[in-house]
């Protein structure tokens, strides 16, 4: 197993030494797409993807579904499971010791296992949640247990997915990036990259775990760090 750290630039070198020091992995790099300074059109072409509703996104949101793809990619030509960070993870100060509790658990099986769950996603957990086809909610009840949970696979630490976005630290497995490589390639981009994980995961086509809420400490976020992702320039 190794990590990348999806980064464009050393503005968040802060964050990146602080991941580096934290994550007792060997590092590599899958270098980052910056969707300002190079053809979009050519590098979608190239991984045989496109847009199915132009417009949508803006190029830092593309930047980041190239970026994703590609460590899909590494995971699949390197047949090793690959952590990926962006670069304003922020990796608990236990991260190895706590990584290590939880990793044990995690099915053979697995796609991705996500490392951050936003606050407001916690609850999710405990939610009585129908998905349609698409991997989207028709259905959300009374709240049930933890014991309960449509979620809750027998694990004590690990659960299936609830979370329905996040990006900011996902373990892929080998059979996972080719698994999203060939969902990606036959159905373009159509949303974020992080919803596209979820939804196929509550669609059911793809396998994805979390830790439950109560041990989901392992990488925070810094909601305030300054963005280009989220622009106005659409693709």
């Given at each position: 197993m190794k990590y990348n750290i999806?980064?464009?630039?050393?503005d968040r070198a802060r964050y990146k030494q602080m991941i580096r020091k934290r994550v007792h992995l060997e590092e590599v790099d899958v270098p980052a797409i910056n969707a300002y300074e190079v053809d979009i059109h050519d590098e979608l072409e190239r991984r045989r993807l496109s847009i199915t509703?132009?417009?949508m996104f803006s190029k830092g949101e593309i930047g980041i579904w190239l970026s994703t793809f590609d460590c899909w990619k590494w995971a699949v030509d390197n047949d090793?499971?690959?952590?990926?960070f962006e670069d304003d993870a922020i990796p608990h100060i236990n991260f190895k010791h706590m990584f290590r509790e939880l990793y044990p658990e995690l099915?053979?099986?697995?796609?991705?296992?996500?490392?951050?769950?936003?606050?407001?996603?916690?609850?999710?957990?405990?939610?009585?949640?129908?998905?349609?086809?698409?991997?989207?909610?028709t259905h959300v009840g009374p709240n049930k247990n933890s014991i309960t949970s449509n979620y809750n696979f027998g694990a004590i630490r690990l659960a299936r997915v609830y979370n329905g976005y996040g990006n900011v630290a996902q373990l892929y497995s080998p059979k996972g990036g080719k698994t999203f490589i060939e969902l990606a390639q036959k159905t373009g981009i159509y949303t974020p990259a992080d919803c596209f994980l979820y939804?196929?995961?509550?669609?059911?086509?793809?396998?994805g775990y979390g830790?439950?809420?109560?041990?989901?400490?392992l990488v925070?976020?810094?909601?305030?760090?300054?963005?280009?992702?989220h622009t106005e320039d659409r693709v």
């Open positions: 999806i980064s464009i630039n050393d509703f132009p417009g090793e499971e690959l952590l990926v099915p053979k099986d697995y796609d991705f296992f996500v490392l951050w769950i936003p606050d407001n996603q916690l609850i999710d957990y405990v939610y009585d949640v129908v998905y349609d086809e698409e991997g989207l909610p939804q196929n995961a509550h669609a059911g086509r793809a396998i830790p439950k809420p109560n041990r989901a400490k925070s976020y810094d909601w305030k760090a300054v963005t280009t992702v």
